[in-house]
DNA sequence: TGTTAGCACTCAGCGACAGAGAGTGCTAAC
DNA sequence: GTTAGCACTCTCTGTCGCTGAGTGCTAACA
């Protein structure tokens, strides 16, 4: 739906008002702090017009107006300005990607602190499927009686394992044999991208150690087990400043939902589906009834070609949705980098 | 300080009334619902020496007696009957130890989660310092140019790993060999135990691999590095359910802290140092003042002899202590074991 | 026809106030 | 040493009225 200008520029003023103010916007306010030109009356008539379409919501008869979802909706994908990260921030940012790790846990968890600490807001991140990137090598590491170790290094040269069984009686030769043999199949694919041919082959070749390579399998898919993927929340505490969390049983029941591996899965899951970038979901448009009150700002991270894993912010809808954006987009880039090109 | 036995009765009863209510409790009410079978006025008595004696204290003239952090000492020290686990509890417990676990990251954790729902407080878990624990066997394995996983085996079969650079030019025999050297030095024993003379013998044997083996002895001990261990936290959000962190700014500054690992690692490291089994930490013993409102409830667990790391219950003064010490109990013997026995 | 000034009206928020209720400490009698 | 009785204290709750911010409507104006 189409808007005049003026509204627009009404709109767009009560929507950064109320942002950072957290209360209503009254005409009078309007006119003082934004120079729209044009008198309280007039802002009221639009404001009145903007309310009957849906933009905006009247808490009380006697209180200004405040954003409904539509007009949040509207000010994302219409008014909204690029923001660039300040240098400041590109710095924390910097800090965090050039530092040394090898470990995808502990980059994701680092993450997902740095953009709750750069946002100000709580920040969700889920962890890569490995059956999703593509994979440099495997090794086969023998432990004890019975058990190996299932090494695998990821394309940006990261390592993953697994403790995996196999049976007793496996000699070193052939366990040098089996990984030789995942090592040919695998190298440089994605274990999602395996033909059924290629997996016929292999479990044609491996036929003796089922159980070893079901179990293989297993780690590498993992796309059954959604609890599999690894869920870090890093400030969750955030929200607890926002004056829209002011009650303690409201916040209650949106810090227990934020421990839940799956439903935070499942948020970042659903939100923003094959948007190009960043996607915005808005108020009821997260599916939880905890977060009507929230929004979220959501990304995808890739390794190379392939889509991995998701990160993203979660805040009052009341938010800063410019400097979020350009945070979770220019955070984004950098892990994938990251993850594509190592260590 | 000693106390006559009808004053260790109202205390007794003040202790337990405001456990359940969260109210300041008057000598009233203490006559009608405990059978201490004397009169209000004398209860009231015994309360006012007991305030007196630094037991309780009164929020205001007209209200009821509350515990001071003293009577919570008394309590514990001297009141508090034992209590078993229900056997509700106890399969509980069961489900989480029978599961077949093999990494310890994966194990604590779900540790931390089972003990928040158990107790309905807050679990906290510092990970277990590597270099305590007795090594089964290590393996070094090739990754690609100028890069090895160290791969450790605990006592209890768990695996512990990270990436190490060594020199381009190793060569599949040279790694053998170092492996082979670390493996002799280090089964079956601590790094902390390991003695001058061992490290010696291994500086000067590994001497031309200098930087992988400072590197894996840095693994090995963290003992620097506190941020090194691993620490989770486990329902912190149960917080938010106790009435005396109603207001949101106060429980604003608890959750931050228990967000920062450094201070989660402080507190569990600070309580109950070289207590037997389980210790009590109450109020302004802990030394944070934030947790002024809260106690905390600790243990040790260990891999055979070695004392490694330690399990705690964050929950307000006003907490079942009986319930939640059998509970920490419990579940430290678990977990001990297990990562004794293994997986 | 769109804009604005003026005005009557609405309603949340706040402070003052009074009454209820829970609890205390003290005194005197048992 | 214990208890009943009583005056007193103080929080809590609800009511009431005021204030101020904000609205919608109407009528005048450009």
Same mark, same amino acid.
């Given at each position: @739906?189409?808007?005049?200008?003026?509204?627009?520029?009404?709109?767009?003023? =009560?929507?950064?008002?109320?942002?950072?103010?957290?209360? +209503?916007?009254?005409?009078r306010?309007?006119?003082?702090?934004?120079?729209?030109?044009?008198?309280? /009356?007039?802002?009221?008539?639009?404001? /009145?017009?903007?309310?009957?379409?849906?933009?905006?919501?009247?808490?009380?008869?006697?209180?200004?107006?405040? +954003?409904? $979802?539509?007009?949040?909706?509207?000010?994302?994908?219409?008014? @909204?300005?690029?923001?660039?990260?300040?240098?400041?921030?590109?710095?924390?940012? /910097?800090?965090?990607? $050039?530092?040394?790790?090898?470990?995808?846990? %502990?980059?994701?968890?680092?993450?997902?602190?740095?953009?709750?600490?750069?946002?100000?807001?709580?920040?969700?991140?889920?962890?890569?499927?490995?059956?999703?990137?593509? =994979?440099?090598?495997?090794?086969?590491?023998?432990?004890?009686?019975?058990?190996?170790l *299932?090494?695998?290094?990821?394309? !940006? !040269?990261?390592?993953?394992?697994?403790?995996?069984?196999?049976?007793?009686?496996?000699t070193? @030769?052939?366990?040098?044999?089996?990984?030789?043999?995942?090592?040919?199949?695998?190298? !440089?694919?994605?274990? =999602?991208?395996?033909?059924?041919?290629? *997996?016929? /082959?292999?479990? %044609?070749?491996?036929?003796?150690?089922?159980?070893l390579l079901?179990?293989?399998?297993?780690?590498? $898919?993992?796309?059954?087990? +959604?609890?599999?993927?690894?869920?870090?929340?890093?400030?969750?505490?955030r929200?607890?400043?926002?004056?829209?969390?002011?009650?303690?049983?409201?916040?209650?029941r949106?810090?227990?939902?934020?421990?839940?591996?799956?439903?935070? %899965?499942?948020i970042?899951?659903?939100?923003?589906?094959?948007? +190009?970038?960043?996607?915005?979901?808005?108020?009821?448009?997260?599916h939880?009834?905890?977060?009507?009150?929230?929004?979220?700002?959501?990304?995808?991270?890739?390794?190379?070609?392939?889509? =991995? !894993?998701?990160i993203?912010?979660?805040?009052?809808?009341? @938010?800063?949705?410019?400097?979020?954006?350009? *945070?979770? $987009?220019?955070?984004?880039?950098?892990?994938?980098?990251?993850?594509?090109?190592?260590?």
């Open positions: @739906m189409w808007m005049d200008e003026r509204k627009e520029k009404v709109l767009q003023a =009560i929507i950064e008002d109320y942002v950072s103010t957290a209360e +209503p916007v009254g005409s306010t309007l006119a003082r702090k934004y120079r729209l030109g044009v008198s309280p /009356a007039t802002i009221r008539n639009e404001m /009145a017009d903007l309310e009957v379409q849906g933009y905006l919501e009247q808490p009380h008869t006697s209180a200004g107006r405040i +954003p409904a $979802d539509k007009g949040y909706r509207y000010y994302v994908d219409t008014l @909204m300005e690029d923001h660039e990260a300040t240098p400041d921030e590109q710095n924390r940012i /910097a800090q965090v990607f $050039d530092r040394r790790l090898t470990e995808v846990d %502990h980059l994701l968890r680092e993450t997902a602190r740095l953009l709750a600490e750069t946002t100000h807001y709580s920040a969700l991140v889920v962890g890569p499927r490995v059956g999703r990137t593509a =994979i440099k090598g495997v090794r086969l590491v023998p432990l004890e009686e019975g058990r190996a *299932l090494v695998l290094v990821t394309e !940006g !040269g990261f390592v993953e394992d697994q403790v995996v069984d196999m049976p007793v009686e496996v070193m @030769m052939e366990l040098q044999r089996i990984s030789g043999v995942l090592n040919e199949v695998l190298r !440089g694919r994605t274990v =999602i991208s395996l033909s059924r041919d290629a *997996l016929a /082959a292999l479990h %044609h070749e491996l036929d003796r150690y089922r159980s079901s179990q293989t399998l297993d780690f590498l $898919d993992q796309s059954e087990a +959604p609890e599999g993927d690894r869920v870090f929340v890093g400030g969750a505490s929200m607890l400043a926002q004056p829209e969390f002011r009650n303690v049983e409201k916040v209650k949106l810090m227990d939902l934020l421990e839940e591996e799956q439903v935070v %899965h499942d970042l899951g659903a939100a923003g589906r094959g948007e +190009p970038r960043v996607a915005i979901t808005i108020g009821e448009e997260i939880y009834r905890e977060m009507t009150d929230c929004s979220l700002v959501t990304a995808t991270y890739r390794v190379g070609e392939e889509t =991995i !894993g998701r993203g912010v979660l805040g009052p809808k009341r @938010m800063e949705y410019a400097k979020v954006v350009s *945070l979770v $987009d220019n955070v984004t880039q950098r892990l994938s980098e990251k993850l594509s090109r190592g260590t």
